[in-house]
């Protein structure tokens, strides 16, 4: 659960980076974009770790399962139940924010991952798969901007306990370090999220001509 | 003061329990909370009624016998006390107030506000203890061991054993128990030889009692009497990553 919860927060950070570039002006973002999406696909040290990202999300999902099942066996039950002011509400519900997460991505990996692997994609100027296109595309409707965003926050709560409990399964238990660690994983759960959310908004916003 | 109770009263363990109301008109803000309960079984004695039947023992909060949830919170609303050094006059006058028994597979109910919690003795037994001779005690200089090593060690052997963190856990996880005993003996030389063998015999056999898993949600920190950090259950985890990597 831990390590392969890593591996997805620092897979995180370079999938935010590659995105970052569709910040640019919408000419330069395309090139760039584009560049980036074909050196990627190419490149047979990414395709490896692209395979260590399959492994690690499924067996994120069916660790938690399984825990989560035998949690649900041992789970107690009180008439008068006032035992969730001593904990957050995104720590006990990691089995929610991690379903929604899951189906945010099976629609990301149909409209993106599948589209760019096997369905048919324009070509740009310099002859890398015009995936640009397909993004500015897909976020012209409001609704499915919408739906990238709240899925964001699903992800930013799921890192806020995430981070923070994958160090403590690991086991940091040195009381310097751990509180770092804890600022760090704040910290890094704001920026991915707000990083990941505002892509789609501007992108949005840009097709309606209020930038560029 | 006036207090509506409402109390889990169950005969036996095989019995199916339900909350059964009492009225108490005449509690002195004064009290602890046993002695509430106290004036509560004098009453039900003198009707010929049951009397309530709760653990606890040395009402100074420092041996963890009792132990119930008071209005769905281990040990009731105030932060880092036991029941028993829980006092009325954290309660409005006519205040209803829900006791019920700590809850979890591990800890069946014996009855009424009773709870079983021999797993966590025989988590103790499977490996929370220092092997050594007996017969006269050793020279206390022989080990030496700093203030701030001594410290930390005694802040997890503070760990009175109620089982708040327990009941209060989503899962019913011991991890913060069976950190603390793990921890404790961890940290101070007369334990680290042993430590490897200690920390996989507790952790298998908390496991085998039936708790359930730490998802980390750090609700037991908050709850615990002794204020036992959630670091020990960090340490633990890295012993038992450590004595399993090194295992023989």
């Given at each position: 659960m831990a390590l392969t919860g890593l591996f997805l927060c620092f897979f995180l950070v370079i999938h935010l980076l590659g995105n970052?570039?569709?910040?640019?002006?919408a000419d330069r973002a395309a090139e760039s974009f584009n560049y980036y999406s074909n050196l990627l696909s190419g490149n047979i040290f990414i395709r490896m770790i692209s395979y260590v990202l399959y492994f690690s999300l499924i067996a994120h999902a069916v660790d938690a399962l399984v825990i989560t099942l035998k949690n649900k066996q041992t789970a107690a039950k009180y008439a008068?139940?006032?035992?969730?002011?001593?904990?957050?509400w995104y720590s006990r519900n990691m089995g929610i924010l991690g379903t929604i997460l899951l189906i945010f991505l099976v629609i990301h990996f149909k409209d993106f991952w599948y589209v760019y692997k096997f369905g048919t994609v324009p070509f740009d100027k310099n002859g890398n798969k015009d995936l640009y296109v397909v993004v500015v595309h897909a976020f012209k409707s409001w609704w499915y901007v919408l739906l990238y965003v709240l899925s964001m926050f699903a992800l930013g709560f799921h890192l806020l306990h995430g981070f923070k409990s994958a160090v403590r399964t690991l086991g940091l238990y040195h009381p310097g370090y751990a509180a770092l660690v804890q600022i760090f994983g704040t910290v890094y759960s704001y920026a991915v999220t707000i990083g990941f959310a505002v892509i789609p908004v501007y992108v949005h916003l840009t097709q309606f001509g209020l930038w560029n | 003061m006036k207090i509506h109770l409402k109390i889990w009263r169950q005969k036996d363990a095989k019995a199916k329990g339900k909350l059964v109301d009492y009225m108490l008109?005449?509690?002195?803000?004064?009290?602890s909370f046993l002695e509430m309960m106290d004036t509560l079984n004098e009453q039900l004695i003198l009707k010929g009624e049951m009397p309530v039947e709760f653990d606890h023992d040395c009402?100074?909060?420092?041996?963890?016998t009792c132990g119930m949830m008071i209005n769905g919170q281990a040990h009731g609303p105030?932060?880092?006390?036991?029941a028993c050094q829980?006092?009325?006059?954290?309660f409005e006058d006519g205040a209803t107030i829900y006791v019920e028994p700590f809850r979890a597979t591990a800890f069946p109910v014996k009855?009424?506000?009773?709870?079983?919690?021999?797993a966590f003795d025989r988590i103790i037994q499977a490996g929370g203890f220092i092997t050594a001779n007996t017969g006269q005690p050793a020279e206390a200089n022989t080990l030496l061991i700093t203030h701030k090593t001594a410290e930390s060690a005694f802040d997890s052997a503070a760990?009175?054993?109620?089982g708040a963190c327990v009941a209060t856990c989503k899962n019913s996880s011991a991890a913060l128990f069976t950190s603390a005993k793990i921890s404790h003996l961890a940290k101070i030389p007369q334990g680290e030889k042993e430590a490897a063998k200690r920390v996989l015999k507790m952790v298998s056999r908390m496991d085998e009692e039936g708790f359930g898993h730490c998802s980390n949600t750090e609700a037991c920190e908050v709850e615990c009497p002794q204020g036992i950090s959630v670091l020990n259950i960090a340490r633990m985890n890295w012993e038992y990553t450590k004595a399993n990597l090194l295992k023989d």
């Open positions: 970052l570039q569709l910040l640019l002006p008068y139940d006032n035992r969730k002011q001593a904990s957050k | 008109d005449q509690v002195d803000h004064h009290m009402r100074e909060g420092i041996c963890g105030v932060p880092g006390l036991t829980l006092h009325m006059r954290e009855r009424d506000l009773k709870v079983d919690r021999s760990c009175i054993g109620c």
